[in-house]
Each structure stands twice: as structure tokens, then as C-alpha cells.
């Protein structure tokens, strides 16, 4: 079972539409990263979040922690075809008391012009 | 700064070959994560180091995988006797401590033939 699930699996919309994807957990994470990740790169870094409640935004994307620091939101605003590509969440597992960084399986974004 | 810097990009092996797969952390880094994708699929954690010392191996198979980071010189993640099954992408990934960002490399593509 993955530690952090992302909903939905994959998305397909038309340019200029809004949308949201989500980061969920049972476990509570005293930090969490959001990142993109186009065919044939690596991950690279949008936001981290670290207080519960905590909006950040970032252009037209805007990431949101919850209360209990359990989930989290992406929500993009007037989708272009740029933000086309996959959307990682990942956070600490202090379960283990390792804090090794474990992923969601990604949301899989396509932004058709 | 260079960013992760990971080699090769591209590496192609014959059932039971060895693979060795480098990572040279971005500098300062002192921790590295190893993590492997499959096609359309999100990263799936394998190991967590530290400058010689594995902190946590729990995602890595218990025969034919190794990793190390010596003290100094890049991290390898070591495939030894390689199977069709072990063709994906592997990325690491670096930070400079605990519960702080870290930063991929563009990853390197095994396809075992």
C-alpha cells in the first residue's frame, strides 16, 4: 500500500480549465513536496509545505497543506499545455524514524491545447 | 552549483551482466535517495544514505541490489546478475540534511536485453 495517495490517477483537460489534484495520508508529515516531472527527466521541485493549513502559491498553481498535516491540494488555475506532465507528491515517513522521503504514485496531468 | 549529476543517462545490459549506477550529489549533500520508476508509474523509494552509511534499505531488493556512499566519491547502486524485470529509470536524488528538499538527477534508463 502506498503511504501518500494521489487522486486522480490521470487527468486530461482542454486548456484554459482549472483543476485540482490531491495528496492524501493516514500518517501526519512534518513537511511535504510537491514536484513535476516530464517524460525522460527527473523530478524537479515546485513547493514544500510545512504548517498545517499553509497556502503557497506559485503563479498559477497554488498548493495547500492541511490542518492536521495529513494532505494536500494542487490547484491550477487556466491550464495551458506547459503544465502538461506528472505530479509527485512526497513527504518524510517519520513512522520509521528515518525520515526517508516516500512518493505518491502521481497524478498524471495532459493539458490539450 | 552543479546540479545531482547522475551517469550514465543511458545504460544497456545482457541478462547476468552487472549494472553500476553513479550519482554524484549536488555539493554539500551528504544524504542521497535511490528510487526506481517504471513506465507510467510514480518512484518507488529503494535506499537512503548517508556518507557511509545506509540508513535505510527497506525498499531494496534483498538479493542482486547493493548500494554505498563512501566517503568520498559518488553513491553506486550496484545491480549485479541483471533480469528483464530490472529494466526502469533510476533517479537519486540529494539534500544536505534531514527533513530538508531534495534535488533529483535526470536519472539513468537500464534496459536489460
Known amino acids: 500500500t502506498q503511504l501518500l495517495e494521489q487522486s486522480p490517477q490521470f487527468l486530461s483537460i482542454q486548456e484554459g480549465e482549472n483543476l485540482t489534484v490531491y495528496c492524501n495520508s493516514s500518517?501526519?508529515?512534518?513537511?511535504l513536496q510537491w514536484y513535476r516531472q516530464e517524460p525522460g527527466e527527473g523530478p524537479v521541485l515546485l513547493v514544500t509545505v510545512v504548517t498545517g493549513g499553509e497556502v503557497k502559491k506559485l503563479k498559477r498553481l497554488t498548493f495547500q497543506f492541511g490542518d492536521a498535516r495529513k494532505d494536500s491540494s494542487l490547484h491550477i488555475t487556466a491550464a495551458q499545455p506547459g503544465d502538461t506532465g506528472l505530479y509527485l507528491c512526497a513527504g518524510e515517513d517519520s513512522s520509521y524514524n528515518n525520515n526517508d522521503m516516500r512518493f505518491g504514485a502521481g497524478t498524471r496531468l495532459t493539458v490539450k491545447p | 552549483n552543479a546540479g545531482v549529476m547522475q551517469n550514465p543517462r543511458h545504460l544497456v545490459r545482457r541478462r547476468g551482466q552487472e549494472a553500476r549506477l553513479r550519482c554524484s550529489p549536488m555539493k554539500g549533500h551528504s544524504h542521497v535517495y535511490w528510487y526506481r520508476q517504471l513506465p507510467e508509474e510514480g518512484l518507488k523509494f529503494m535506499v537512503y544514505?548517508?556518507?557511509?552509511?545506509?540508513?535505510?534499505e527497506s525498499g531494496m531488493p534483498k538479493e542482486r541490489f547493493s548500494a554505498e556512499f563512501p566517503k568520498e566519491g559518488p553513491s553506486i547502486l550496484r545491480i549485479q546478475q541483471v533480469v528483464r524485470g530490472d529494466s526502469a529509470a533510476y533517479f537519486c536524488?540529494?539534500?544536505?540534511?534531514?527533513?530538508?528538499?531534495?534535488?533529483f538527477g535526470q536519472g539513468t534508463r537500464l534496459t536489460v536485453v
Open positions: 536524488a540529494s539534500s544536505p540534511n534531514m527533513n530538508t528538499e531534495a534535488f
Open positions: 500518517s501526519v508529515f512534518s513537511s
Open positions: 544514505l548517508q556518507k557511509e552509511n545506509i540508513i535505510d
